[in-house]
């Protein structure tokens, strides 16, 4: 069975640059988009972005001048990295996995199956 | 972007009630759209893929429809468990944007 264990520092001041890194057991690393989502104390979630086992990403516009998402095929790991760190940034970290197919010569997604149990990432001077 | 609404935000039934929520795309996603089950504390959870496809392991009281532009998640009998925040996720293109999320109470 699949499992994601993510860690990474929790208390940052602003500025700082949020790290986390999440490891996949269990399966196999390619043909998966990974992916990280955050959510705000008491809101909803938020796409941050995704990478594939090759290390084609994509990013959340409204993120993407401070976000980098990295992968480590040796380890069977992903990052997260957030520079710039304030206060808005106080979330929820969550990273998963998202199914993805070929068909018709089309990458097509099918849900994000597995997740990580989140890290709490607070940012306070 | 693609903006994702759900309706209602929050609603309030029964055990064994035939519950309903709704998400709506700001333009067409095809049938490219997941609902999942957050429970208080845990990490979400798929429930629906496609549109319409049950993920292995969930109960087969859920159930989901819809393409284009508008979706439907069903709870057909509610269960004391089913006490959640449902989300939509539409994955057609980037960046990914969830609903806005549905709260379900059991009276």
């Known amino acids: 069975q699949v499992r994601l264990q993510q860690w990474g520092a929790g208390l940052l001041k602003p500025s700082e640059t949020l790290s986390l890194t999440c490891a996949v057991y269990g399966g196999s690393f390619s043909g998966y988009y990974w992916s990280w989502i955050r959510q705000p104390p008491g809101r909803g979630l938020e796409w941050i972005g995704e990478?594939?086992?090759?290390?084609?990403?994509d990013y959340n516009p409204s993120l993407k001048s401070r976000v980098t998402i990295s992968v480590d095929t040796s380890k069977n790991q992903f990052s997260l990295k957030l520079t710039s760190v304030t206060a808005a940034d106080t979330a929820l970290y969550y990273c998963?996995?998202?199914?993805?197919?070929?068909?018709?010569?089309?990458?097509?997604?099918?849900?994000?199956?597995?997740w990580g149990l989140g890290t709490t990432v607070t940012v306070s001077s | 972007a693609i903006q994702m609404t759900q309706s209602p935000s929050s609603l309030s039934a029964s055990v064994g009630d035939r519950v309903t929520i709704t998400c709506r795309a700001s333009?067409?996603?095809?049938?490219?759209l997941g609902w999942y089950q957050q429970k208080p504390g845990k990490a979400p959870k798929l429930l629906i893929y496609?549109?319409?496809s049950l993920q292995s392991g969930v109960p087969s009281r859920f159930s989901g429809s819809g393409s284009g532009t508008d979706f439907t998640l069903t709870i057909s009998s509610l269960q004391p468990e089913d006490l959640a925040t449902y989300y939509c996720?539409?994955?057609?293109?980037?960046?990914?944007?969830f609903g806005p999320g549905t709260k379900v109470d059991i009276k």
């Open positions: 333009q067409g996603i095809r049938n490219d």
């Open positions: 496609a549109a319409s």
């Open positions: 998963a996995r998202m199914v993805r197919i070929l068909r018709f010569l089309e990458w097509r997604s099918y849900g994000m199956d597995v």
């Open positions: 996720l539409q994955e057609y293109n980037y960046p990914r944007t």
């Open positions: 990478i594939t086992h090759s290390g084609s990403t």
